[in-house]
Structures are given as structure tokens and as C-alpha cells.
Nanobody, 125 residues
Framework: QVQLVESGGGLVQAGGSLRLSCAAS????????MGWFRQAPGKERECVAA????????YYADSVQGRFTISRDNAKNTVYLQMNSLKPEDTAVYYC??????????????????WGQGTQVTVSS
């Protein structure tokens, strides 16, 4: 199993950038696929990016394609989400999550086993 701790959220102006980090504990981090999900008030949780065990495969939601980049450093037990050209519609609580299985597509929330506490990202217009 793995425990996840997120950091990097905050308040940013539209057009700005943030980098979210997710530090994992446990000896099997490299065996997990990782994803970033977000949930805005009144909306369902959705995956914005996912990355396979080795980092060789990534998927992005259409809404963030070209603006967000997911990456991982297994030696540091850390996954990142670089968020550029932020828009007010990106405002949400962002969650780091881990899965024992790689689904080969953008995943659904119930396909992930372990979750971070969430970090708030607010983009002002």
C-alpha cells in the first residue's frame, strides 16, 4: 500500500502556473499507476491526468490537454502536475491517487485505490 501527501496548491491569477507535488510513502511506489483528479463544487470528481508505472504512458482530459503535464520520479517517490495557462474553470480541489492497475486510458475515480488529502487550487479572473 501507499500513502500520499500533496502540496503546491494555492491562489493564482488566470494565465499563471502552479506545480502540484505528491509525495508517496511505501516500498512499492514504482508499482503503481498514478493520477491527478479534481473536484469542483457541485461537480463529480474527474481525472485530469494519469501516468503509468514507468512514466512511459500518459493521458490527459481534453480540458487540460496542452496546459497540464503529469510526471513522476520513482527515485524520489513523487508525482507532479505542472499546471500552466490556468483558467478560472480549473478551480477545484486536486487529489493525487494511486492504482495497482493501469487501465490504458483516462481512469475513473473508483478505479483508484489510494488517495491524498486534496489540495485547493483557486484561479482568479
Amino acid at each position: 500500500q501507499v500513502q500520499l501527501v500533496e502540496s503546491g496548491g494555492g491562489l493564482v491569477q488566470a494565465g499563471g502556473s502552479l506545480r502540484l507535488s505528491c509525495a508517496a510513502s511505501g516500498r512499492t511506489f514504482s508499482s503503481y499507476a498514478m493520477g491527478w483528479f479534481r473536484q469542483a463544487p457541485g461537480k463529480e470528481r474527474e481525472c485530469v491526468a494519469a501516468i503509468s508505472w514507468s512514466g512511459s504512458s500518459t493521458y490527459y482530459a481534453d480540458s487540460v490537454q496542452g496546459r497540464f503535464t503529469i510526471s513522476r520520479d520513482n527515485a524520489k517517490n513523487t508525482v507532479y502536475l505542472q499546471m500552466n495557462s490556468l483558467k478560472p474553470e480549473d478551480t477545484a480541489v486536486y487529489y493525487c491517487a494511486a492504482s495497482r492497475f493501469w487501465v490504458g486510458r483516462l481512469p475513473m475515480s473508483d478505479e483508484y485505490d489510494y488517495w491524498g488529502q486534496g489540495t485547493q487550487v483557486t484561479v482568479s479572473s
